[in-house]
């Protein structure tokens, strides 16, 4: 399924192979990998999870 998603990486990661990761999201789904390593399962959060993380991410 991951590989149909259509992801978006940040705009500040900027071009190089610095650290990144990818979203992608559906109606009821947030999913996330890192752009590095694409072996790797995403991650897949509710959304209310996701703006929870997001929340929590700003605040640091």
């Known amino acids: 399924m991951s590989t149909d998603l259509n992801w978006f990486k940040s705009s500040y990661s900027g071009e190089g192979s610095g650290n990144c990761i990818e979203v992608?999201?559906?109606?009821?789904?947030?999913?996330?990998?890192?752009?590095?390593?694409?072996?790797?399962p995403a991650l897949a959060l509710s959304p209310a999870a996701w703006t929870a993380?997001?929340?929590?991410?700003?605040?640091?």
């Open 53 to 60: 993380f997001l929340g929590f991410a700003a605040a640091q």
């Open 24 to 40: 992608a999201t559906c109606p009821h789904t947030v999913h996330v990998r890192d752009s590095k390593d694409l072996a790797v």
